[in-house]
């Protein structure tokens, strides 16, 4: 007999009249609540006003939310929403439809924005955000595991999940729930987390000495890069990338492509720039100004 997991999970935790709380809506706010926490230590580290992490926070909510619906739209149902009769469901986030990729492009443009109205260095910027990047992938990718969705290939590993709700969340009529997929969310979340560690101990050792950049590489080439690979595990998202002239690659692995020559080049050229590592306003508080010695008052 095979060993397997039986994955029987509600994405619904409770159902409060018109309202219903999901784990993945849950999750993708925690991953910015997390994030925001880890963002604040590393400012107060290197001396940077933490009042500053509620304003980049608002720009990645924002790049994210619209980065990853409008990636969603172009990359992979463009026929389906550039239509007059379906235009508007663009705006319905909560019907889902999120593309990393869009998001990456999202985060992107956000913290350029966030950089260039607040006096910040860009490298700087996303040399320190990618860290927290890493733990709010690891959330979404919970998230995709809770709602049954971007399931692996079948396969017979001990680990191996049968998705037994599979047809009742996406109201499909499939074999799914009596077969053995790879669990590629868990791969996913897992390697988010392996990223998170990596980043926060190079940034903890060197982060007055690191090249500019540095730390941004090397996450976009190897985030990129195992998502490459690991989109060979994947059942493909639509139906059209299994005919599509790039086949046997999916849409996912061709988005992929690029960002790991960005990450590898940002990567061989880091601290080559103009600039220094310690460029970000450092907007400190009173309590982190010197104190100055008290008048000396004259007597009459």
């Given at each position: 007999?095979?060993?397997?997991?039986?994955?029987?999970?509600?994405?619904?935790?409770?159902?409060?009249?018109?309202?219903?709380?999901?784990?993945?809506?849950?999750?993708?706010?925690?991953?910015?609540?997390?994030?925001?926490?880890?963002?604040?230590?590393?400012?107060?580290?290197?001396?940077?006003?933490?009042?500053?992490?509620?304003?980049?926070?608002?720009?990645?909510?924002?790049?994210?939310?619209?980065?990853?619906?409008?990636?969603?739209?172009?990359?992979?149902?463009?026929?389906?929403?550039?239509?007059?009769?379906?235009?508007?469901?663009?705006?319905?986030?909560?019907?889902?439809?999120?593309?990393?990729?869009?998001?990456?492009?999202?985060?992107?443009?956000?913290?350029?924005?966030?950089?260039?109205?607040?006096?910040?260095?860009?490298?700087?910027?996303?040399?320190?955000?990618?860290?927290?990047?890493?733990?709010?992938?690891?959330?979404?990718?919970?998230?995709?595991?809770?709602?049954?969705?971007?399931?692996?290939?079948?396969?017979?590993?001990?680990?191996?999940?049968?998705?037994?709700?599979?047809?009742?969340?996406?109201?499909?009529?499939?074999?799914?729930?009596?077969?053995?997929?790879?669990?590629?969310?868990?791969?996913?979340?897992?390697?988010?987390?392996?990223?998170?560690?990596?980043?926060?101990?190079?940034?903890?050792?060197?982060?007055?000495?690191?090249p500019r950049g540095y730390l941004f590489g090397l996450f976009v080439t190897l985030l990129f890069t195992f998502r490459f690979l690991v989109e060979f595990l994947k059942e493909n998202q639509e139906g059209f990338e299994s005919t599509w002239a790039l086949a046997p690659l999916n849409m996912g692995q061709v988005l992929s492509i690029p960002l790991v020559f960005v990450g590898l080049w940002v990567l061989l050229t880091a601290g080559r720039r103009p600039g220094r590592p310690e460029d970000a306003p450092r907007d400190l508080g009173l309590e982190d100004l010197p104190k100055q010695p008290l008048?000396?008052?004259?007597?009459?």
């Amino acid at each position: 007999m095979l060993a397997f997991i039986t994955w029987d999970v509600s994405p619904i935790i409770a159902q409060l009249g018109p309202l219903t709380l999901r784990w993945y809506g849950l999750l993708f706010a925690a991953g910015f609540i997390i994030g925001s926490f880890i963002l604040t230590h590393i400012y107060k580290s290197e001396k940077v006003s933490p009042r500053w992490v509620d304003v980049i926070t608002v720009y990645m909510l924002i790049g994210t939310v619209l980065g990853a619906r409008l990636g969603h739209v172009l990359f992979y149902d463009p026929d389906y929403y550039l239509t007059s009769e379906h235009f508007l469901d663009i705006f319905k986030i909560w019907e889902g439809g999120l593309a990393s990729h869009g998001a990456t492009l999202g985060i992107l443009l956000a913290t350029w924005l966030f950089a260039r109205n607040n006096k910040f260095d860009y490298l700087w910027v996303l040399d320190r955000i990618v860290i927290v990047v890493a733990t709010g992938g690891m959330c979404i990718r919970l998230g995709n595991l809770m709602n049954s969705e971007i399931i692996g290939k079948q396969t017979d590993v001990p680990w191996a999940f049968k998705f037994v709700r599979y047809n009742e969340i996406h109201h499909e009529m499939t074999n799914v729930p009596n077969e053995l997929h790879h669990p590629t969310q868990i791969y996913e979340a897992l390697f988010c987390v392996f990223l998170f560690v990596l980043l926060y101990s190079l940034w903890n050792r060197w982060k007055a000495t690191a090249p500019r950049g540095y730390l941004f590489g090397l996450f976009v080439t190897l985030l990129f890069t195992f998502r490459f690979l690991v989109e060979f595990l994947k059942e493909n998202q639509e139906g059209f990338e299994s005919t599509w002239a790039l086949a046997p690659l999916n849409m996912g692995q061709v988005l992929s492509i690029p960002l790991v020559f960005v990450g590898l080049w940002v990567l061989l050229t880091a601290g080559r720039r103009p600039g220094r590592p310690e460029d970000a306003p450092r907007d400190l508080g009173l309590e982190d100004l010197p104190k100055q010695p008290l008048p000396v008052q004259m007597k009459r």
